[in-house]
């Protein structure tokens, strides 16, 4: 059985982070910062993993944030990305809304 249907059968959704800010790897403050602030498909609708036992996530999150808010970023809760009705999900692991 796949795991989207392991997923849809428990009433689960699945996320696809598109920005991965390696705060797992330890590599410093500032890497991690350059990291998401300039990852090429940093969009809007992106998803941004953090891991909440990394060492330097509370250091680069206000950071972070604040470089997201003045490129005119918006954070919000995953639930307000998700559709849960009329979608497709493309190439990339976003949701598309299905044209009518």
Known sequence: MS???????????????????????????QYEIDRVLNHPKLQSGSIVLFHNDAPNTPQTLPTIIRGLQERGFTIVPISQLIHRENFHMNHEGRQVLRQE
Do not use: E, Q, T, Y
């Open 3 to 29: 795991m989207k249907r392991i997923a849809r059968n428990n009433s689960l959704s699945i996320f696809v982070s598109n920005n991965d800010s390696h705060d797992w790897m330890d590599r410093g403050v």
